[in-house]
């Protein structure tokens, strides 16, 4: 059974930084496509950021040049340091995978940026 679970959530002022952290389990993580999406209040869910095996990342327009997605295939963890946070930035993160053909989620972590 694949498991996800994040870590690393909470809140922070605008311009602050945060890492979050996903330990996958179940699966040969360093072959599997891995990435982060957030939920806000009114929105569908976005895609953030993306990670191939290779070490390839896609960032969302709106997270690009403050937001880095990495993965340490040896310990099984992804991360998504998250910089210069604004505070639309709010919202529940999620790490996500698919694996033989079926969507896997973590319980998801909220982050809030406020002052």
């Known amino acids: 059974q694949v498991r996800l679970l994040e870590s690393g959530g909470g809140l922070v002022q605008p311009g602050g930084f945060l890492r979050l952290s996903c330990a996958a389990s179940g699966l040969n993580f360093r072959l599997y496509p891995m990435d982060w999406s957030r939920q806000t209040p009114g929105k569908e869910r976005e895609l953030v950021a993306r990670i191939i095996s290779g070490g390839t990342t896609n960032n969302a327009d709106s997270v690009k040049g403050r937001f880095t997605i990495s993965r340490d295939n040896v310990r099984n963890l992804l991360f998504l340091q998250m910089s210069s946070l604004k505070p639309e930035d709010t919202g529940r993160y999620y790490c996500?995978?698919?694996?033989?053909?079926?969507?896997?989620w973590g319980q998801g972590n909220q982050v809030t940026v406020s002052s």
């Open positions: 996500h995978t698919k694996h033989r053909e079926m969507d896997f």
